[in-house]
């Protein structure tokens, strides 16, 4: 990989059953002990995932991608988006990401991916 200039990124693509919550990648080694901490502990306790990464964990290194449909539905009112957390659209949903005007949003417009 790093003869072609690719690094890897390690993460978790964090669900709730079959409900993706985001999917959470680590910047550095100190980052993904963080994000395992975190998901191991809330997985051991049974306890659902949250549909944002604590924000401690996301300081310790972990950026969040949450998908478009879980943004526009659950989180979009709520607190703004972090330096690092960033909102996935795929394809098919660009048309909605254009109808809802959110590539035209100064805060969400530079943090879609």
């Given at each position: 990989a790093a003869g072609?200039?690719?690094?890897?990124?390690?993460?978790?693509?964090?669900?709730?059953?079959?409900?993706?919550?985001?999917?959470?990648?680590a910047q550095?080694?100190?980052?993904?002990?963080?994000?395992?901490?975190w998901f191991s502990e809330l997985n051991l306790a049974g306890t659902p995932f949250p549909t944002r990464l604590p924000e401690a964990v996301r300081h310790?290194?972990?950026?969040?991608?949450?998908?478009?449909?879980v943004w526009h539905e659950h989180l979009k009112d709520g607190a703004p988006l972090g330096y690092n957390e960033w909102v996935g659209?795929?394809?098919?949903?660009v048309p909605a990401v254009r109808l809802a005007r959110a590539d035209q949003?100064?805060?969400?417009?530079?943090?879609?991916v």
């Open positions: 072609f200039g690719v690094a890897p990124v390690l993460g978790i693509d964090v669900r709730n059953g079959h409900a993706r919550r985001f999917v959470a990648l550095h080694a100190a980052g993904y002990e963080a994000l395992c901490r310790a290194g972990v950026i969040a991608i949450h998908p478009w449909s659209v795929q394809a098919w949903e949003d100064p805060e969400v417009g530079p943090r879609l």
